[in-house]
């Protein structure tokens, strides 16, 4: 090996301690030369006699908020150092990333509660290997004067650990004290502030049942007392959310036992630096913080701000919900806050450092995610190959948006649902933030062929303003080609996609088809039978029509009237069904959820997407293991019939043992289904996605029936299986068609 090298290393090795771990080797090793920043990631000039092993450190030994992906190594000139220096950034055209934001590390955490250390209680500790990235950066690359600490200059004590390559805080660009950082103030209703310690002041007055506003990385938590029952209806009340589940932050794993069964995988989670909301089987019931479901989500503290509230008061149960008023984005400004959450919060518990980047809690179960932001995002994607730069821009609910870089996709923090102009605006500034901070000028704009979406609107937009293509992919294939691109899949695979009602490549309403998809090709083989939607869009809220459709699908139409006879509109979706009229048939498997909810007397009415479903799969839970109804399915030229199952459910008087049974045999046929393509097309492996793919007894029996017919199952991993990952697939598909 050359006595000099000059060494590249990509990834995210930017404000994650990598130049001074990089110092620290090549002094131990006796090197010189220098180490620095630039757009791509990090240049290293090395010159010595150790060169291999330090070729061999830089992967193992790199520190842990890092990710390397290639280290390229050339002979360099050898120019003569007498020492090694880290040198100043240089610019250029970004290449790298920024890191996610993580949870406050054990060495912080020592000194924020040590009385002797300068930082003793300091609400904003940081160091190079924990707290926050994304959510305060405006551009690469990543130094202090472009994040929002930049208005913070260093006292002299912060300055000398920042210039000194020995110190954990060496460029660490959020570092601050008490004397240079910022400060905490906690405000009435009124916006008044509040006299005394704001953190004790916090604590009493949660104590005392009011509903706190607090800031934190990626916007504002409204928090109350998870354990007393009034508050919680209060909050419900306020913030006009009925039945949606609320989170629940505790101290540690051991409270966090208390009220769910965690497990290793649990613990594993909610102790990660990423500090995601884990869901978890509830072991005690919290009254109005997740009523009727199985499951409650769980969270431990991430932030020092949370660390101190906890550290003071071990016993709390926080409920922790995303303060976003009637549906809208993540409140993230401190007059916002007092604008958006007048009448909801009272008290706020505010800093005076900007959140640049809006960005919600993660939630995780199991292996997979709910919904993918805090904490993972702006993580890249690796994408089997290179593709054309591409700007994908997601559906209309749970969106995110997609950007490609060469073999890399980066898909944002969740957005949300694009049904009110606040969060269509925050979609437009997440994809502004992400072009920009990426540094990538699309070739491509990939949309849903939804007309009507609102991002389907922007791309339009966005391409012809640049004179570039937009290029429509169809719901589920994008759902499908997600996994496939997540997995690094190019071969041809069976598509299991199950979901809500989206735009058919007909033009009609699918829901749950069979697909053959190999890349930018997908045909359809085959869908579940229709069902017809009485009333249209109103059927999806009213879980009651769906299970009437069900009954005129069995020829029982005139069982409508008697069996919803409290139901007022039941005579007219009777003669709705009879007459076909304002009843578009649709194949969603979403439905069929639905329809069984109506049918077992579950739920009539959904006050949110999804609700019906998650009851019925908590019952079915609660019940245990059921065989599936041997004759509970008809297959007829790619069609999948449930009628026979929806006959048998219809007399069911156990609720809880017609969920069982519906999710067993659902499985089941959607097992048979696919095998049966698989003996068609020869292709083994199946991809599955859709939201109703979040269902965990749908999703385990459905593994568990295809391995045992020897096909391999494809999930979603890296994102939700959700619209929460349509991004990913609009663009992998619109790349590989480029």
């Known amino acids: 090996m050359p006595e000099a090298l000059r060494i590249r290393v990509t990834g995210v090795v930017q404000g994650v301690g990598f130049r001074p771990f990089v110092w620290r080797l090549a002094h131990d090793l006796g090197l010189k030369g ?30 842990p908020l890092s990710r390397i992906d290639a280290v390229v190594v050339h002979a360099a000139a050898h120019e003569g150092h007498a020492g090694f220096a880290i040198v100043e950034s240089t610019g250029g055209r970004v290449s790298t990333a920024i890191g996610h934001d993580t949870a406050t590390c054990a060495a912080c955490l020592a000194e924020l509660f040590d009385p002797a250390n300068r930082r003793y209680r300091h609400p904003f500790i940081t160091c190079t290997h924990c707290g926050p990235r994304y959510t305060v950066t405006r551009r690469l690359p990543y130094d ?64 005392a049942g009011r509903i706190v ?94 660390f101190l509230l906890f550290h003071d008061a071990p016993e709390l149960a926080l409920v922790m919900t995303s303060a976003n008023p009637h549906g809208e984005p993540l409140v993230t400004g ?36 709910i919904r993918r932001a805090r904490g993972y995002v702006p993580r890249a994607i690796k994408l089997p190959h290179a593709v054309p730069a591409v ?6 609910f749970k969106n995110t948006v997609c950007v490609t870089r060469g073999d890399e996709a980066f898909v944002s923090q969740h957005v949300g649902d694009l049904d009110n102009a606040a969060a269509c605006g925050f979609f437009e500034e997440t994809v502004a933030h992400l072009l920009a901070i990426l540094d990538v000028e699309p070739e491509i704009v990939a949309h849903d062929l939804h007309p009507d979406f609102h991002s389907t609107r922007f791309a339009a937009a966005f391409a012809a303003q640049r004179g570039i293509p937009a290029i429509g992919v169809q719901h589920h294939h994008a759902h499908i080609a997600a996994v496939c691109a997540e997995h690094g899949v190019m071969a041809p695979v069976l598509g299991l996609a199950l979901d809500g009602v989206v735009l058919g490549a007909d ?17 359809r083989l085959g869908h579940l039978r229709p069902l017809a939607l009485p009333g249209g869009d ?42 076909g009229l304002n009843s578009p048939p649709t194949s969603s498997a979403g439905r069929l959820f639905d329809a069984v909810a109506g049918l077992l007397g579950v739920r009539r009415r959904q006050s949110f997407e999804g609700q019906a479903a998650m009851l019925l799969e908590g019952l079915g839970a609660r019940h245990g293991e059921a065989a599936p109804l041997s004759d509970g399915w008809r297959m007829q030229e790619g069609v999948l019939d449930l009628l026979p199952l929806f006959a048998y459910l219809e007399d069911c008087e156990d609720a809880s043992a017609g969920a069982a049974l519906f999710h067993a045999t659902f499985a089941a046929a959607l097992a048979d289904w696919a095998a049966a393509a698989a003996e068609r097309t020869g292709i083994r492996i199946v ?52």
């Not at 103030?185 to 007055?205: K, N, S």
């Not at 959450?341 to 939630?363: K, M, P, Q, T, W």
């Not at 009437?548 to 009777?574: K, N, Q, W, Y």
């Open 34 to 63: 220098w180490v620095k920043n630039d757009a791509a990631g990090v240049e290293i000039h090395a010159e010595g006699k150790a060169l291999d092993g330090f070729i061999a450190r830089l992967e193992s030994e790199a520190p």
């Open 144 to 207: 202090r004067p472009q994040t929002s600490l930049a208005p913070f200059p260093l006292c002299a004590d912060c300055q000398r650990e920042y210039t000194d390559p020995a110190d954990r805080r060496f460029h660490a660009e959020t570092t601050c004290c008490p004397n240079c950082g910022p400060h905490l103030q906690l405000l009435d209703a009124a916006g008044r502030p509040i006299a005394g310690d704001p953190i004790a002041a916090t604590l009493e007055l949660l104590r």
């Open 213 to 306: 506003a607090i800031k934190g990385l990626g916007g504002f938590h409204l928090a109350c007392d998870a354990t007393n029952a009034e508050t919680v209806a209060a909050l419900r009340a306020r913030k006009a959310r009925e039945e949606k589940p609320f989170a629940v932050m505790v101290a540690d794993v051991e409270t966090a036992s208390r009220y769910a069964k965690v497990g290793a995988g649990g613990t594993a989670l909610l102790q990660s630096a990423e500090r995601p909301i884990v869901l978890l089987e509830k072991r005690i019931e919290l009254p109005g913080v997740a009523p009727g479901l199985a499951e409650i989500g769980l969270m431990l503290p991430a932030t020092p701000i949370q």
């Open 334 to 369: 401190n007059d916002e806050a007092l604008a958006r959450l007048a009448g909801i919060a009272d008290a706020f518990l505010l800093h005076d450092r900007e959140i640049v980047v809006r960005c919600d809690d993660s939630v995780r179960r199991g292996s997979g995610f």
């Open 391 to 396: 700007l994908a821009v997601g559906g209309w």
């Open 507 to 523: 033009g009609t309403a699918w829901g749950g088809e069979l697909l053959r998809v190999e890349g930018a090709t997908c045909e």
């Open 538 to 579: 109103v059927a999806a809220r009213e879980p009651w029509r769906m299970a009437a459709s069900a009954l005129h699908a069995l020829g029982r139409g005139d069982e409508i009237a008697r069996r919803f006879a409290d139901e007022p509109a039941a005579p007219t979706v009777t003669q709705m069904l009879a007459r």
């Open 687 to 738: 991809a599955a996605a859709g939201g109703c793919l979040l269902n965990r007894l749908l999703a385990a029996a459905l593994r568990s029936r295809l391995a045992a017919r020897g096909l391999q199952l494809l999930e979603a991993r890296a994102l939700p299986p959700n619209d929460g990952g349509l991004s990913l697939g609009q663009a992998w598909v619109a790349g590989r068609g480029a």
